[in-house]
């Protein structure tokens, strides 16, 4: 087994008394605090891999009712972040993303329909940049993205008429 460190965000900063019954009864690899404003828990658990490990505190907490709502992660970026991270112009990246420059095919933003700044996914512009640009870059782990995908699905899955319609495709 491997100890395997990450942070989820909380729906809700945990109570005193629900506080007193996680350090009372485990998990015991947890610590609990606020991040800017947010209520996070960070864990370093024992685990034959990162996504049993997420799975678990995730389990640990719900049995507490404490909501998990996502694992932090670095997927989300601006284009600013992305020229950042690859030490080129942000110009460069705005012409990338608009096919003003390059090879074509920059992946699509998450938010296409919003005014104002538009977020990528780095798990999808990553491969575009080591395969067009011929650069290396890190890449976001994607256990980290499954997870946040799924709880995200699991936070909204009661409010889609034929959910499990879905759910099977994740099964396929």
């Known amino acids: 087994m491997r100890s395997h460190t990450f942070t989820v965000v909380l ?25 800017r404003g947010v209520p996070v828990a960070e864990f370093d658990r024992e685990a034959a891999n990162l996504a049993e490990a997420i799975a678990s505190a995730v389990r640990d907490l719900e049995a507490h009712g404490v909501e998990a709502v996502r694992v932090l992660d670095e997927d989300l ?3 600013a972040d992305v020229a950042d991270r690859v030490g080129q112009s942000r110009e460069s990246f ?40 011929g650069l290396t870059v890190p890449d976001v782990d994607p256990t980290l993205v499954m997870a946040n995908l799924l709880l995200q699905a699991r936070g909204v899955a009661h409010r889609v008429e034929g959910a499990a319609a879905l759910t099977h495709l994740l099964a396929s």
Do not use: Q
């Open 11 to 35: 729906r809700h900063r945990p109570t005193d008394e629900v506080l007193d019954a996680l350090l009372a009864e485990g998990p015991e690899d947890a610590i609990f605090g606020v991040e």
């Open 77 to 79: 970026v601006t284009l």
């Open 94 to 133: 705005r012409r990338y993303a608009t096919g003003e420059r390059g090879p074509g095919g920059f992946p699509p933003p998450v938010n296409p329909h919003r005014d104002g700044t538009l977020f990528y996914r780095w798990s999808e512009v990553a491969p575009w940049v080591r395969e067009r640009l």
